[in-house]
C-alpha cells in the first residue's frame, strides 16, 4: 500500500472493520513484546497536536490505540521511537511548524535506528502538502488523513512489513466508525464528537475541504458513550461539532441538537455539559430554551460572529448580519441572563477596511464578550477567499488587529472583575502550569481560575471566591 486509495473513494468501514484493526493492534503488541525483551525497554510514543478541540479528541483515540499496541509515552519527542503529528490546516502558521518541527526531527531520526515518523490530520487532506512530504521529507513513515484514523494499526503493520512509506489517503468519508479506544487526559471530563465535517463553506475556511461532509452520530451511540464515560468517573461532557446547530440533519431519527441536549442533560450522574461551536446562521430558539431549562447544560455558549461588518460577513458567506448578531445575543441574555459569551473573530480578510474594523469593534463593546480568539486572516489555496481581490499584507493588517485586541481586552477584563467577591462551584483540572501551589480549574461559564489549593482537589467541584483577576483568567481562594 504505496499511494492513494486506488479510486480516492472510502470504502464502507464499520464495527467489524475495528474488529480486524484489533488484529493489527495485537501483532504489533506481539512485536513491541518481543523489542522489549531484546532491549530492556518498551517502545516510546510522542503526539504532537495542532489545531481544535475535534484534533485534541482525535489525539485521544490516537493514544488509546498506541498503547494497546503496547507503546508507553516518551519523556521527549526526540527520544521517541513512534512519533506522531496530528495537524491542522485552518491557518498557515500551524503548517509552518509542522515543516520546520519535521526538519529537527531528520536528524533526531538519524541517531536512532528505531525511530518512526506519522503523519496524519486536515494537513495531509491537501494534494499539494503530501506531495512536498513524498518529495521534501522522505525520512517521514506514515501518511493519512482526517477519514481513516481508525486504520493507524494496519498502518503501521504495513509499514514494519514493507519497510517502506506508506500513504493512505481518502477522498471522502466512509461509515462513522464507533468505539475507538481511547485514553483520556482527564478522568473527569471528556469530550464527546457528535459530528463530523461541515457543509457551511464559509469562504475563508479550509475545513469543509479536509473534514468532508457533514454527518451526525446515532443519538443511540452518543448516549450510550456518555453514560459509559459517566460510569467510568466523567462529570463533564463537551460535545463537539463543526456547527452542532445543524446536528441530526442527515439521520433518518427526528432529532435535532437541543433534542440531543436534552436527552444528555437527562443522563443520570452527568454534572456538566458543553458543546461547541455554534454557528449564530441556525440557532434555534428551541435550543436556548434547552438552555434555559437543562440545569446541567453550562452558562456558556461559543458563538463566533468573525467580522461586524455585513459587506464582509457576505464575502465571507456567514448568512447573517450585524444586526442579526446582535438580536440573537440580546435573545440569549433575556432567557438566559448570566450566559458568557465567547467568540471568534478574524482580521484582514481581503478587502477589509479600517471602518470594517470598527464595524467588528462595535460588536465586540455592545456584546462585552467574557473571551474571544482573534485570529489574523491566513489566505487558504483552494478556498474562495484565496481568490479575491486586494489580499492585504500582513504588515497592515496587524495595527487593525491590534485595535482589535485592544477593544477586546478591557471588556474581558471587566467581565473578569464582576466576578470578583462572588463563590462559584469550579470543576479543578490540573496544577497550574506557572505556580505549583495553585490548581486551575473552570467555572460554570468557563471562565478560567486559578486558586491555592491541595492538589487532592483535581477532579471535584471545589467551592471558590474570587478575590482578583487578570484579562484571561481569575484568582481565586477556596472557600
Ligand atoms: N484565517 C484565519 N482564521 C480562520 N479561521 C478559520 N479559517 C481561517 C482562516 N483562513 C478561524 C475562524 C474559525 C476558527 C476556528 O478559526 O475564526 O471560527
Ligand atoms: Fe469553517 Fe465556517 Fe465550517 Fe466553521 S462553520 S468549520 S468557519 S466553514
Redesign the pocket.
Known sequence: MNGYNSDGKAPNVSREELERQKVFINKIKDLNDEFEKENNRKKTMFISTFG?QMNAHDSEKIDGMLKQMGFVDADCEKNADFIIYNTCC??ENAENKVYGNLGYLKHAKASNPFMKIALCGCMMQENDVVETIRKKYRHVDIVFGTFNLYKLPELIFTNIETDGPVFDIWKEHGEIVEDLPSIRKYKFKSSVNIMFGCDNF?S????PYVRGRERSRSSFDILNEIRALVKDGVREVTLLGQNVNSYGKNLDENINFAKLLRMVNNIDGIERIRFM?SHPKDLSDELISVMAECDRVCGHIHL?F?SGSDRILEKMNRKYTKEKYLELVSKIKEKIPNIAITT???VGFPGETANDVDETIDVIEKVKFNGA?T??????TG?P?AAMENQIPEDDVKKQFNRVINALNPVVYEKNKSHIGKVYKVLAEDVSGSDERFITGRLEDNSLVHFEADKGVIGNIAEVEIIDCKTFYLIGKSV
Request: with cysteine; aromatic share 18%.
Open positions: 481544535c485552518v491557518r464559509c475563508y475556511c479550509i475545513v461551536t463566533p468573525q471568534d473573530i478574524i480568539f485570529f489574523i486572516y491566513s489566505k487558504r478556498t477567499a
